[in-house]
């Protein structure tokens, strides 16, 4: 069983940025896949971000301004978020998975508003 726990959400203003970290109680090297995913309001979970295996993937509303990255020796997964917009208000969550585990973190909310 591994916990995930993200942090570094917050508000900040349109065009500010953030840096989310999901930090596991064990070892996220078995998992060959992990990601970032956002929940709005009335909207569904959506995926932000992943890295499955070595190749990383964005949606279209993250190219150009989020970077997904992992550091295995720290069990921590990261998403910087740059250039930050009011429709990327979520609550963001992490998912570590690897065959048929897959686990959630609690999520963490950013709010972008003046």
């Known amino acids: 069983q591994v916990q995930l726990v993200e942090s570094g959400g917050g508000l900040v203003q349109p065009g500010g940025s953030l840096r989310l970290s999901c930090a596991a109680s064990?070892?996220?090297?078995?998992?060959?896949?992990m990601g970032w995913y956002r929940q709005a309001p009335g909207k569904e979970r959506e995926l932000v971000a992943s890295?499955?295996?070595?190749?990383?993937n964005y949606s279209n509303s993250a190219t150009g301004r989020f970077t997904i990255s992992r550091d295995n020796a720290k069990n921590t997964v990261y998403l910087q978020m740059n250039s930050l917009k009011a429709e990327d208000t979520a609550v963001y969550y992490c998912?570590?998975?690897?065959?048929?585990?897959?686990?959630w973190g609690q999520g963490t909310q950013v709010t972008v508003s003046s």
């Open positions: 998912n570590a998975a690897s065959g048929i585990r897959s686990y």
């Open positions: 064990g070892s996220i090297f078995s998992f060959n896949a």
């Open positions: 890295i499955i295996s070595s190749r990383i």
